[in-house]
């Protein structure tokens, strides 16, 4: 038998649902303008998956990386969740480098 994929989708299911609860946590302390970074953070773990020999690590780092891109693309909603209630709001949050830049672009949505 091989279960590399049974293992592979249990592990995928639990990054998936980390994802959840940093783009939740992530917007409440930070803010929905760490999006580019977040982004950009997914992306090169995307990229650093394609390099990588061991497939194990490639597809966790993959699946990660996928996680991350989903979750930039969550935090400007989750920041509209937070502002009609349904999740505590913050108004202290830690602003990005170049935020007045940043807040400039629309923020990305699936």
């Known amino acids: 038998m091989n279960f590399f994929g ?19 946590r992530g917007e409440r302390y930070f803010g ?7 982004m950009g953070s997914g992306l090169l773990l995307i990229v650093t ?3 990588m020999s061991n497939d194990w690590a490639s597809a ?3 699946a990660f990386g996928a996680s991350l891109v ?4 969550e935090l400007k909603e989750q920041a509209v969740r937070a ?3 349904w999740y505590p709001f913050n108004g202290n949050k830690i602003l990005p ?3 007045e830049i ?3 672009w629309k923020a990305p949505h699936l």
């Open 6 to 24: 049974l293992i592979l989708g249990l592990a995928t299911l639990l990054i998936i649902g980390l994802g959840f609860i940093w783009v939740i």
């Open 32 to 38: 929905y303008l760490w999006w580019p970074y977040v």
């Open 49 to 51: 998956s394609l390099f």
């Open 60 to 62: 966790l780092v993959g």
């Open 70 to 73: 989903w979750g930039a693309t």
């Open 83 to 85: 502002e009609i209630g």
């Open 97 to 99: 480098p170049f935020a």
């Open 102 to 104: 940043i807040e400039k």
